[in-house]
């Protein structure tokens, strides 16, 4: 079967200058006018998650089956499962929610918003007030992606990753998101060799999705056999149509990927003290930055080192 790969597209964020006073970091900003508008005319709400959704009109889902006779299209209902299978997937396997991170612990609400998007998904760093005035954070979702398509739970992962850490890197951000994907499908990994020289250094570092063939490179080092939890909350959880959401208990790699991520934490808030950032308000060039690389890739290769299996012989 051909792999429903996520496509998704990084926003440029309305990210707060690099100068912002401390106490405005973690403010629930505006909503913008044209996220504003682009809110469902209807919703459906599963524990903190909000799907918005038009059933008609030009933003209207396109898969329109209704198996059980709720009302509520299956592909809302299934983008609403989804995230939340994917979340117990995460924190039953030691991932901290971002809410419970010091980035976002004003934020009470994920709004999924189902519109026409570029890619297949998009995940914004930036907490905004809903008309309700609830503190959310927000993704969109294409409003033609089928059921099974895993986009809401690769864009959920984006906002686990913006609670640890302020870097974006493409190479990081889409290739690991590609990678938790398989915490929710049955994928084998798809390694590809570990880079080894500069140019092969500086070719990884330009990919985007693609990079998560190192990712499971590096993941199945450390972690041949990659089993991992699967609580009852979500072996439970089905699509509309009775598929079950996890499709099985295998993925390599998710105490490195923890450390990884807790390691670009700190890493993140050593470059904010030597550059006096404030640590949520770094530029979008900031986190973007391409000299984050080779620092980012030292850690990435130091835990590696002490991850792997007693005796794995050094990349
Ligand atoms: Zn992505």
């Given at each position: 079967m051909r792999t429903l790969w996520v496509l998704c597209v990084l926003f440029i964020t309305f990210a707060s200058p690099a100068t912002a006073a401390p106490d405005k970091?973690?403010?629930?900003?505006?909503?913008?006018?044209?996220?504003?508008?682009?809110?469902?005319?209807?919703?459906?709400?599963?524990?903190?998650?909000?799907?918005?959704?038009?059933?008609?009109?030009?933003?209207?889902?396109?898969e329109k089956a209704d198996l059980n006779g709720n009302t509520i299209p299956d592909a809302v209902e299934d983008v609403a499962t989804k995230l939340i299978a994917m979340r117990e997937m995460l924190t039953s396997n030691g991932f901290v929610h971002p809410f419970k991170q010091p980035r976002y612990q004003q934020v009470r609400q994920i709004h999924a918003i189902m519109l026409p998007v570029k890619g297949n998904g998009v995940a914004y760093e930036s907490p905004r007030t809903m008309p309700d005035g609830t503190c959310a954070l927000i993704i969109h979702v294409d409003n033609d992606?089928?059921?099974?398509?895993?986009?809401?739970?690769?864009?959920?992962?984006?906002?686990?990753?913006?609670?640890?850490?302020?870097?974006?890197?493409?190479?990081?951000?889409?290739?690991?998101?590609?990678?938790?994907?398989?915490?929710?499908?049955?994928?084998?990994p798809k390694t590809a060799p570990l880079p080894k020289s500069n140019a092969e250094l500086t070719a990884f570092f330009d990919k985007k999705y693609d990079a998560v063939g190192v990712w499971y490179a590096l993941t199945t080092g450390v972690d041949p056999v990659g089993q991992i939890k699967v609580p009852e909350s979500a072996a439970?959880?089905?699509?509309v149509s009775g598929k079950k959401m996890v499709q099985d208990d295998k993925l390599p790699g998710v105490a490195f990927m923890r450390a990884v991520l807790e390691g670009l934490d700190k890493l993140d808030d050593q470059i904010s003290t030597a550059q006096g950032l404030t640590p949520f308000g770094w530029s979008e060039s900031m986190q973007r930055d391409q000299k984050h690389d080779l620092p980012m890739w030292k850690l990435i290769e130091t835990l590696y080192h002490t991850h792997g299996p007693t005796g794995r012989a050094a990349p």
């Open positions: 970091d973690k403010s629930c900003k505006k909503l913008p006018k044209e996220m504003a508008s682009a809110l469902g005319s209807a919703i459906h709400q599963k524990d903190e998650f909000v799907v918005h959704y038009h059933a008609t009109g030009p933003n209207a889902i396109q992606v089928s059921s099974e398509n895993i986009t809401p739970a690769h864009e959920l992962f984006h906002l686990f990753q913006y609670g640890y850490t302020m870097f974006k890197r493409p190479w990081y951000l889409e290739g690991m998101a590609r990678w938790s994907e398989s915490m929710l499908r049955a994928t084998p439970n959880l089905r699509y």
